[in-house]
T-cell receptor
Framework: RKEVEQDPGPFNVPEGATVAFNCTYS??????FFWYRQDCRKEPKLLMS???SGNEDGRFTAQLNRASQYISLLIRDSKLSDSATYLC???????????FGAGTRLTVKP | DAGITQSPRHKVTETGTPVTLRCHQT?????MYWYRQDPGHGLRLIHY???????DKGEVSDGYSVSRSKTEDFLLTLESATSSQTSVYFC????????????FGPGTRLTVT
């Protein structure tokens, strides 16, 4: 079983739709959580950190459920520019060893 | 964008040849990492460095070695390339471990024939 699991998709949604991705992790010692975005043939870039209380950044909302060991990302009012692969990342406290999910691919269509 | 460059950006090499990939940063970050990315897998850590001459193995270190003689440079060497090492290699940097984000370089696409 992979340490970090994501639905690979693809998710194909129309512009303006709301879409949600989930990610589950197996290491209960995980302390830091992130969503990264990766465009085709580019490097991953941080989208947002995920805090225990949940956090929002514009159209993006991230939630953490420690009891069930999953993280979610909600994108509202999808834009064409949101088309990318979204990577879930978890890390144990002060650890070098960030664990990446394989990513969920999103395509937003006109 | 964080100042991270990787060279070469693309390389095709033959099985059994040595290959060295270079990562260069201008951010003066202490931590540097080498990952590989393959379809169906998340990025997997090969080696990392926590300072000049201080390196350690990651999840998939077999067949790879690294060196860091200066803060700004982190080299990844494939001693004898194999087809299973065909991948996209990303270098990353961070100010600290754990809670801080990692910034990634543009990647090197390596093909071993």
């Amino acid at each position: 079983r992979k340490e970090v699991e994501q639905d690979p998709g693809p998710f194909n949604v129309p512009e303006g739709a709301t879409v949600a991705f989930n990610c589950t992790y197996s290491n209960s010692a995980s302390q830091s959580f992130f969503w990264y975005r990766q465009d085709c043939r580019k490097e991953p870039k941080l989208l947002m950190s995920v805090y225990s209380s949940g956090n929002e950044d514009g159209r993006f909302t991230a939630q953490l459920n420690r009891a069930s060991q999953y993280i979610s990302l909600l994108i509202r009012d999808s834009k064409l520019s949101d088309s990318a692969t979204y990577l879930c990342v978890v890390n144990a406290y002060a650890s070098h060893d960030m664990r990446f999910g394989a990513g969920t691919r999103l395509t937003v269509k006109p | 964008d964080a100042g991270i460059t990787q060279s070469p950006r693309h390389k095709v090499t033959e099985t059994g040849t040595p290959v060295t990939l270079r990562c260069h940063q201008t951010e003066n970050h202490r931590y540097m990492y080498w990952y590989r990315q393959d379809p169906g897998h998340g990025l997997r850590l090969i080696h990392y460095s926590y300072g000049v001459k201080d390196t350690d193995k990651g999840e998939v270190s077999d067949g790879y070695s690294v060196s860091r003689s200066k803060t700004e440079d982190f080299l990844l060497t494939l001693e004898s390339a194999t087809s299973s090492q065909t991948s996209v290699y990303f270098c990353a940097i961070s100010e600290s471990q754990g809670a801080n984000e990692q910034y990634f370089g543009p990647g090197t696409r390596l093909t071993v024939t």
